[in-house]
């Protein structure tokens, strides 16, 4: 069930392989996994999700991209920025994960109804942008199964084994 009015707005995206995105609208999934980080010093907190729920496994099934969510402005050095990220991710398949967003951050956090920045926010997200799950920080169990929870409301149920 989505959160009452809670939605991210309309981003403008650009993945570490240089593709350009637009969220919601491109993404692909009925339920997407948005991990957004608002400092730099929280890349441990996106990485523990990663690890955590195997996000980088060949057999995950599951949407999910890293949002790191920069404040409008801050383009005019976005390569030098872009290049930083992809000295410290140097698979192709994991650049294209990243979709480094520069936006109206007070906008952004106010649709999504986000107060606080100092921990990332760990969102499941619907194709029309409706945020049906939002928790705070690093990967925990507790905050991983309300997670899973959304996520997997998506997966069709199979009996094969």
């Avoid at 240089?18 to 009925?30: A, E, F």
């Avoid at 801050?74 to 290049?83: A, G, N, Q, V």
Wanted: aromatic share 10%; glycine share 6%.
């Amino acid at each position: 069930m989505a959160l009452p009015e809670k939605k991210i707005p309309q981003l403008h995206a650009r993945d570490l392989n240089g593709r350009c995105w637009i969220l919601p609208r491109d993404l692909s999934s009925k339920r997407t996994l948005l991990l957004v980080a608002f400092e730099r010093g929280q890349q441990a907190s996106v990485d523990s999700w990663i690890r955590g729920l195997e996000l980088n496994a060949p057999n995950n099934h599951f949407d999910w991209m890293e949002i790191p969510l920069l404040q409008r402005g801050w383009e005019f050095i976005s390569s030098w920025i872009d290049h930083g990220m992809k000295r410290g991710i140097t698979e192709e398949r994991m650049r294209s994960h990243v979709w480094t967003v520069y936006t109206n951050r007070a906008f952004f956090l106010q649709s999504a109804g986000i107060f606080l920045t100092q921990s990332i926010a760990v969102l499941v997200v619907d194709t029309d942008g409706m945020i049906l799950q939002a928790v705070r920080g690093g990967f925990t169990e507790n905050r991983a199964a309300c997670v899973l929870k959304e996520l997997q409301a998506n997966i069709p149920f199979s009996n094969e084994f």
